[in-house]
């Protein structure tokens, strides 16, 4: 099991960038795969992005070209850049781990609290 907290939403306007980072406590980490989800109101929990635990990555078509997911697990952590944020990326974003990549929220174990990111127009 992994204890995650994420950190680094804010409010931002339309085109700025925010950096989420989620911290893990486990000496497992490297061996997990995580994940970035995001839940909107009123909307379903939404696949963001992935990294495997050997550094492989698949994203959402929405974020392809804007988000950048990395871990370093010397420290870890695992981060969501997010680039020319737009007001539908308004969601409260959630770090994940699963044992192995997925785009799938059942296959993920372990929960973040969350962490709000609001564009605004």
């Known amino acids: 099991q992994v204890q995650l907290v994420e950190s680094g939403g804010g409010l931002v306007r339309a085109g700025d960038s925010l950096r989420l980072t989620c911290a893990a406590s486990a000496r497992a980490f490297s061996t997990y795969a995580m994940a970035w989800f995001r839940q909107a109101p009123g909307k379903e929990r939404e696949f963001v992005a992935a990294?495997?635990?050997?550094?492989?990555?698949t994203y959402a078509d929405s974020v392809y070209d804007r988000f950048i997911i990395s871990r370093d697990n010397a420290k870890n952590t695992v981060s969501l850049q997010m680039n020319s944020l737009k007001p539908e990326d308004t969601a409260v974003y959630y770090c994940?781990?699963?044992?192995?990549?997925?785009?799938?929220?059942?296959?993920?174990?372990?929960w973040g609290q969350g962490t709000q990111v609001t564009v605004s127009s």
């Open positions: 990294v495997s635990r050997s550094g492989g990555n």
């Open positions: 994940a781990a699963a044992a192995f990549l997925s785009r799938r929220s059942p296959d993920y174990r372990d």
